[in-house]
C-alpha cells in the first residue's frame, strides 16, 4: 500500500463504514447520459459537408488534403508527390509505409519501382529482436516520408487517430519530415467526443499507445509567433478514400 | 526560490521593461482576453467551465480510487507506477532509473513538475546530460535560466536575442527570423532526440479507466522523447489524472484552448505503458512517477482543495495585470502567476512566501478566465487571512504585530462614530503640517510613504457627509 | 425592475464620507431628482473592506456586525461604490460562514444594498437622470464591480444619456488600474506601473475626463495625475450625472 495514497484517505477524511470503494468506483467512472448510446456511422449524404470542413480546417493547419475518387488515383498522386519531394537530411530517399490494406492497395512499390526511391513496409512480426530493431529504427531515421493510415478522422478539427499495434510503429508518423495519412471517408466522424465514444465502445481494449495528431508540428515560443515544422513531421498531407 | 526582496527587487525591474510588456502582451490578447471567446465554442448550452470543474472535483475527491486504477491498467501492461511522497524521491527514482539502463543523455519534454523537483540539476550533477527539446525550454536551457511562463517558457526572449544565443551557443550564422530559428533547433535537437537512453516528459492529464497518460503539444518532441528512446518517464502530479474518456472531453478542450487558444493541439498522445512485443518500435520500460511532494496536504484542507483542480494551462498568467507587469522571473518559483501565488506558497511556506501572497491586487481577472472555475482571489484572501492571524495547521505566524495593531486600533476608531469624528477633526489639524503643493499631500509619514513615491494622496474634506448631512438635514435616524 | 422603495437609506463609503463628499453630495442629487426620499444613519462608519482585503477577518467582521446593526432596518440601501457592495453581498457570508444567525442577518442585508448605477438601473429603471456634461468621457471598470457584482452596462446607460456627453471607450477598460487596497501602499512599484499604463490608456481615447463608480480606483488615477500634472479630469459618476446645463 502506497504511502501516497495513505495519505490521500487521510486527507479525503475516507470514513470507515463509509461509501466502500466499488460504489465510489462506480460514482466516478460512471458514464454520462448521453455517452454511452453508440456513435452510428455518419450518414453518406454528410459526407461532402464533413470533407469540406475538414478542408477549411486543414487550411488553418498547413495539412494538404487530397481527395481521391479511386485507390488507384490516390496512389498516382502520392507517387507523384514521393517524386516531387527532396530529402531534408541526406539524399538517398526512402518512404516508409505502415503494414495496412489501405496502403498495400496503393501499389506504390510498384509506381516507384523505377525511381531512386525505395519503398519499404513496417514488419509484421510476433516478436522483434533487438537487431531488428535496430534496423527499423535505422530506416525510420532514413525515411523522408512517412506513410500512415488513421482509424478515425475528425471533421471539427480534421484531426487523426492513430491507435498502436503490429505492422504500425509510433515513428512513421513521426520521423520523417513528410508525413502521408491515407484515410478512407467512412471512417470520419464529426467531433472529438465521437471519437472518444467510439473509442470507448471498443471496450477497455486500448492499446498501449495512441495519438491524434492535427496537421504537421508547429511552435510558436519565439515571441509567440507561429511556425510550421517544429521536431515532428514540417509537411503532412491527408489522402481521402472513397 | 526568492525571498520577498528579491521578489521586489525583479519584480521593480521588470515592471520598467518595456520590452518584456509587450512580448507578454501577445499572450495576453491572443489567449488570455480571448479565453472567454473560446470557451463559448465547447458548448452552447451549459458554461463548459462548471463541467470541467465537475470532472475535476469528482477527480480530486476521489483520488485514491483514480489512482488505484491508473497504476492497476498500466502495470497490466507492464509499465511501472511509482509513488513518490516528495520531490527528492521523486528524483531518487528517476536517477535509479537512469543509473539501472546506464544513461548518458535525457531527453527532455516540457514538464513544470521537473523544475519543481530539480531533476535536471540532479541529472546533471550524476554526469547525465539533460536536454531540454521543447522549443521555448531549450532556449531558456541555453541561457542557462528558468522558464518564465508555463506555456511559453522563454516568451521574455525577443527575437534578436534568440538569434544572438543560437549563434553563440549552436555556432550558427546569426538570424532573427523564427522560422529559420526554429529549424536550427530542430536539427540540433533531432540528434540529441535520437541518440538519448531515455525520455523524460510531463503529462497533461492521464485517463483511469483505460490506463494511459494523456500528453499535450504541438512541436513533436514529446512524442520523440516518449518514443525513439529505450525508457519513457513521466512525471505526472497526483491531482492531474481524470477518471474517464468522457472527462478527457470536456477537459482537453479546454486545456488547448486555455493555454494556447487552440481548439486542439497538434498531438494528443496517449500512453499507457511500454512496447508491445509486437510492436516495431516504442520505449522498452516505461515508468509513471506519482509525485505528491505537498499536494496531499492541501488536499486534506477543504478551503484549497480548489486548487488541486488547477490543469496547468497558464490561461490565468495571461490576464494576470501584476504578472503581465512583471513577468515570470519575479516570482522566483516554477509556477508563477496566480496559479503560483496560492500553489507555492502551501508547498514552501506562506510565511517564506508572504510576498506572492500580498504582491496581487485581488482584481479577480483569473477567476473570470480559468477555464475549472477556481477561484484564486479567495484563497489569497484566506492566505492573506491566515499571514494576519496566524495558522498553526499550516505553520503559519503572524507576519507584522505592529499591523495587527494598527488595524485593531482602526477597527476600534471605526466601531464608534465618535472617535471616527475626532480622528477625523485631527486629521485635518496634522494635514496642515504636510507638503501639499498642487492641493493634494506629496508625501505620507511612516508606513503609507509607499503611496507618496510617485502619487499624491487626497486630504480629508473640510467637512465629511456625515457632518455636513447632520448640519444641514437635521437628525434624522 | 423590483418594486421601488419609497425610501433609500444612504451608505457612504469612508474615503467619499471623509475626503470626497461631493461624490455623495452629487448622489443625493440625483436621488431625490428621482423623487427618492433619503435616510443617512449617521452612526454608520465603514463596511470593513480594508481590513478584510489585507486579511485582518476578525477586525473585518467587527464592523461588518456593526454593519448590520446600522441598516438592517433599512428598506434599501445604496452605496457609491462598487467595492463596498461587493464586500457586503459576497464577503460577509465569507465572514459568517459558520455563524447561522449573523450569516442571515448578512444575507438579509445584502439582498437590500445596491451600487448607485446598479440601483438607478435595475432597480429605479431610469437610465436618463436629465443629466448634462459636455465633453468625451471615458468610463473605468472598477474590478469588483465588474467581476464581483457583474455591473458593466449600467453605468454606461446612464453615460450614454447625459446630454452633451460623448462617452468614448479606452482599451481594456477593464484592466485593474493597479490600487487593490494596502497593495498600492505596499508595492509601490508594481502598483504605479499598472497605474501608468491604464492612464495611458485614458489619455489614448483623447477624452478630457475618466470616470468611473469607485472612489479608490479614481483616488488612485487622481494621485499620480496631480504628480505628473497629466491633462486628465477624474470624476466620480455621481457628479456626473448629477450635472446641471449651465
Known amino acids: 500500500m502506497s504511502t501516497v495514497i495513505e495519505r490521500i484517505r487521510k486527507a479525503l477524511h475516507i470514513p470507515q463504514g463509509g461509501l466502500s470503494e466499488d460504489t465510489r468506483a462506480n460514482v466516478v467512472f460512471a458514464k454520462g447520459a448521453g455517452w454511452a448510446a453508440p456513435a452510428g456511422d455518419v450518414p453518406a449524404g454528410d459526407l461532402p459537408g464533413l470533407i469540406a470542413q475538414i478542408r477549411t480546417e486543414a487550411g488553418h493547419l498547413n495539412l494538404q488534403v487530397h481527395e481521391c475518387a479511386s485507390a488507384e488515383q490516390c496512389g498516382a498522386e502520392l507517387a507523384a508527390l514521393a517524386e516531387g519531394r527532396r530529402p531534408e537530411w541526406g539524399t538517398a530517399r526512402q518512404v516508409m509505409c505502415w503494414s495496412d490494406p489501405v496502403i498495400q492497395g496503393l501499389g506504390l512499390e510498384a509506381r516507384l519501382a523505377g525511381t531512386d526511391i525505395s519503398v519499404r513496409t513496417v514488419p509484421e512480426r510476433e516478436r522483434f529482436d533487438e537487431t531488428e530493431r535496430a534496423e527499423f529504427r535505422r530506416q525510420v531515421v532514413d525515411s523522408y516520408m512517412g506513410v500512415t493510415t488513421a482509424d478515425l478522422l475528425v471533421a471539427d478539427t480534421a484531426t487523426l487517430l492513430l491507435l498502436g499495434g503490429r505492422g504500425r510503429g509510433r515513428s512513421v508518423s513521426l520521423v520523417p519530415s513528410i508525413h502521408v495519412a491515407v484515410v478512407p471517408v467512412g471512417r470520419i466522424v464529426r467531433t472529438f467526443r465521437d471519437a472518444l465514444r467510439r473509442l470507448d465502445a471498443r471496450g477497455l481494449g486500448l492499446p498501449s499507445n495512441m495519438t491524434f495528431i492535427t496537421g504537421p508540428s508547429k511552435t510558436a515560443d519565439i515571441e509567440a509567433t507561429l511556425v510550421h515544422g517544429a521536431h515532428g513531421p514540417r509537411e503532412m498531407h491527408l489522402f481521402l478514400l472513397p | 526560490m526568492n525571498s520577498p526582496e528579491d521578489y521586489r527587487s525583479s519584480a521593480g525591474k521588470a515592471a520598467a521593461d518595456t520590452r518584456l510588456h509587450s512580448a507578454l502582451a501577445k499572450m495576453r490578447d491572443k489567449v488570455g482576453r480571448n479565453a472567454l471567446n473560446l470557451y463559448t465554442q465547447v458548448d452552447a448550452q451549459a458554461d463548459p467551465r462548471l463541467k470541467a470543474k465537475d470532472v475535476r472535483r469528482k477527480v480530486v475527491n476521489n483520488l485514491d480510487v483514480v489512482l488505484t486504477s491508473l497504476a492497476a491498467k498500466i502495470t497490466g501492461r507492464g509499465g511501472h507506477v511509482h509513488f513518490a511522497p516528495t520531490d527528492l524521491d521523486a528524483v531518487e527514482y528517476c536517477l535509479g532509473v537512469a543509473r539501472r539502463h546506464g544513461v548518458r543523455r535525457v531527453v527532455k519534454g516540457k514538464s513544470m513538475l521537473s523544475e519543481e523537483i530539480g531533476l535536471n540539476a540532479a541529472f546533471e550533477a550524476a554526469g547525465i546530460e539533460t536536454v531540454e527539446t521543447d522549443l521555448g525550454e531549450y532556449i531558456v536551457q541555453l541561457k542557462g535560466e528558468t522558464p518564465s511562463h508555463i506555456i511559453a517558457p522563454a516568451i521574455h526572449y525577443s527575437r534578436e536575442q534568440v538569434g544572438e544565443l543560437f549563434a553563440e551557443k549552436l555556432g550558427e550564422p546569426y538570424t532573427s527570423d523564427p522560422p529559420t530559428l526554429t529549424a536550427m533547433a530542430r536539427k540540433a535537437l533531432r540528434e540529441k532526440m535520437l541518440t538519448a537512453e531515455m525520455g523524460v516528459s510531463g503529462g497533461n492529464t492521464a485517463c483511469a479507466e483505460t490506463g494511459h497518460v494523456t500528453i499535450v503539444s504541438n512541436e513533436g518532441n514529446i512524442r520523440m522523447s516518449s518514443t525513439m528512446p529505450r525508457v519513457h518517464v513521466v512525471l505526472l502530479g497526483i491531482e492531474k489524472v481524470a477518471a474517464t474518456l468522457e472527462d478527457h472531453d470536456v477537459l482537453l478542450r479546454m486545456l488547448t484552448r486555455a493555454a494556447a487558444g487552440q481548439k486542439i493541439s497538434t498531438y494528443v498522445s496517449y500512453v499507457g505503458g511500454p512496447r508491445l512485443e509486437d510492436e516495431p518500435d516504442g520505449p522498452e520500460e516505461f515508468h509513471l512517477v506519482l509525485v505528491d511532494n505537498g499536494r496531499t496536504r492541501i488536499l486534506g484542507d477543504p478551503d484549497f482543495r480548489e486548487v488541486l483542480h488547477c490543469i496547468r494551462c497558464g490561461c490565468c498568467l495571461n490576464v494576470c495585470p501584476v504578472y503581465l507587469k512583471i513577468g515570470g522571473h519575479s516570482y522566483g518559483t516554477p509556477y508563477c502567476g496566480p496559479i503560483g501565488a496560492v500553489f507555492t506558497p502551501l508547498t514552501r511556506g506562506v510565511n517564506e512566501c508572504h510576498h506572492l501572497c500580498q504582491g496581487e491586487t485581488l482584481c479577480g481577472a483569473c477567476k473570470q478566465v480559468c477555464p475549472v472555475d477556481n477561484d484564486l482571489p479567495r484563497m489569497l484572501s484566506l492566505l492573506r487571512a491566515k499571514l494576519a492571524d496566524g495558522d498553526p495547521r499550516w505553520n503559519v505566524r503572524p507576519q507584522s504585530r505592529g499591523t495587527k495593531a494598527a488595524f485593531a486600533a482602526w477597527a476600534w476608531i471605526m466601531s464608534r462614530r465618535p472617535a471616527l469624528d475626532l480622528l477625523l477633526r485631527l486629521g485635518r489639524a496634522v494635514q496642515r503640517l504636510l507638503p501639499k503643493p498642487s492641493g493634494w499631500i506629496r508625501r505620507l509619514p511612516g508606513p503609507l510613504s509607499g503611496w507618496t513615491r510617485g502619487r499624491d494622496f487626497p486630504p480629508l474634506a473640510k467637512e465629511s457627509f456625515t457632518e455636513r448631512w447632520a448640519r444641514t438635514r437635521g437628525r434624522k435616524a | ?246
Request: with cysteine; glycine share 8%; proline share 4%.
Open chain 3, 1 to 246: 425592475m423590483t418594486n421601488r422603495p419609497k425610501r433609500v437609506t444612504l451608505f457612504i463609503q469612508c474615503i467619499i464620507d471623509s475626503c470626497f463628499p461631493d461624490a455623495a453630495w452629487a448622489m443625493v442629487r440625483v436621488l431625490e431628482k428621482q423623487g427618492v426620499e433619503l435616510v443617512h444613519p449617521k452612526d454608520q462608519t465603514c463596511c470593513g473592506q480594508p481590513a478584510f482585503n489585507a486579511g485582518y477577518r476578525q477586525e473585518a467582521a467587527r464592523l461588518a456586525e456593526r454593519f448590520l446593526d446600522v441598516f438592517e432596518d433599512a428598506e434599501a440601501i445604496v452605496c457609491p461604490s462598487g467595492s463596498c457592495v461587493n464586500m457586503v453581498r459576497h464577503h460577509y457570508a465569507e465572514l459568517f460562514e459558520h455563524q447561522p444567525r449573523l450569516l442571515a442577518r448578512a444575507e438579509a442585508v445584502a439582498a437590500k444594498t445596491w451600487e448607485f448605477t446598479e440601483y438607478l438601473v435595475d432597480v429605479l429603471g431610469v437610465t436618463d437622470v436629465g443629466a448634462f456634461w459636455k465633453g468625451q468621457v471615458t468610463y473605468h471598470d472598477s474590478c469588483h464591480l465588474l467581476r464581483g457584482l457583474g455591473v458593466a452596462d449600467q453605468p454606461r446607460a446612464l453615460l450614454r444619456q447625459v446630454r452633451g456627453l460623448e462617452l468614448v471607450e479606452m482599451t481594456r477598460s477593464d484592466e485593474c488600474c493597479g490600487f487593490g487596497g494596502t497593495f498600492a501602499v505596499k508595492y509601490p512599484e508594481i502598483s504605479e506601473a499598472l497605474l501608468e499604463t491604464k492612464l495611458a490608456n485614458v489619455q489614448s481615447t483623447g477624452a478630457e475626463t475618466v470616470t468611473g463608480c469607485d472612489m479608490g480606483c479614481l483616488m488612485h488615477m487622481q494621485g499620480m495625475i496631480t504628480r505628473r500634472g497629466l491633462p486628465i479630469q477624474v470624476r466620480h459618476i455621481a457628479e456626473i450625472l448629477a450635472g446641471e446645463e449651465r
